[in-house]
């Protein structure tokens, strides 16, 4: 299956961490996106992680992949007003092409 | 650097009339693309993606086509919309394998009503 399945909604208080849950079925995934749409726009690269890293680290933002279970994970520390969105995972392949599978996307909302 | 244009930005067209959104990029050369639609709080919706000039493949049969005139011009049309058409439509476009990492970088989006 093609499948990247995420949680729809979370809501967290603003100065609280965010984390938000990802899994997908493809085991030969290459490489595993997060992107952040704002109201109206379209989405922007967060971040990326390569298969055969456990976890990166940018900023706030921290991904971990556990690959046994096909999960990943976007943890944003202290959440801010701004970081209100929908958040979509995504996993690409290399089988002879290059296609990317979006997850429907997890609407954060941040309460002040 | 890399950029990608998109118009317009809202579209309000009435049911039966034809349908032209175009999309460009710059600063790069034989660029994947692609064109997604996203109804109301609802996931992305891949529609279209092209590897080349005049390459096109369709992911979901419809009521909408798609060309590729020119390496860096996608265009998204529609003989007659329907009142199903409406939604948030995204131009995107990907670097060759050797960069996959880069992911996809998206246009800003038209909004398309049909009414």
């Known amino acids: 299956g093609e499948d990247v399945e995420q949680s729809l909604f979370l809501s967290v208080r603003e100065g609280d961490s965010s984390v938000i849950n990802c899994t997908y079925t493809d085991s030969s995934s290459t490489y595993l996106y997060w992107y952040k749409q704002e109201p109206g726009a379209g989405l922007q690269l967060l971040t990326y992680i390569f298969s055969n890293m456990d976890m990166k680290q940018d900023q706030r933002l921290t991904v971990l992949l556990n690959k046994k279970d096909k999960h990943l994970s976007l943890r944003i520390a202290d959440t801010q007003t701004g970081d209100s969105a929908i958040y979509f995972c995504?996993?690409?392949?290399?089988?002879?092409?290059?296609?990317?599978?979006f997850g429907a996307g997890t609407r954060l909302f941040v309460k002040a | 650097s890399q950029t990608i244009h998109q118009w317009p930005a809202t579209l309000v067209q009435p049911v039966g009339s034809p349908l032209s959104l175009e999309c460009t990029v710059e600063?790069?050369?034989?660029?994947?693309l692609y064109w997604y639609r996203q109804a109301a709080g609802r996931g992305l919706q891949l529609l279209f993606y092209?590897?080349?000039?005049?390459?096109i493949s369709s992911e979901v049969p419809q009521n909408l086509s798609a060309s590729r005139p020119q390496d860096r011009q996608f265009i998204l049309s529609s003989k007659k919309l329907l009142l199903s058409d409406s939604g948030f439509y995204l131009c995107?476009?990907?670097?060759?394998?050797?960069?996959?990492?880069?992911?996809?970088?998206f246009g800003s989006g038209t909004r398309l009503t049909v009414v």
């Open positions: 600063g790069t050369s034989n660029p994947n």
């Open positions: 995504a996993e690409s392949r290399e089988t002879g092409g290059f296609k990317t599978i």
């Open positions: 092209s590897v080349g000039i005049g390459q």
């Open positions: 995107a476009w990907s670097p060759p394998l050797d960069r996959v990492w880069q992911g996809y970088t």
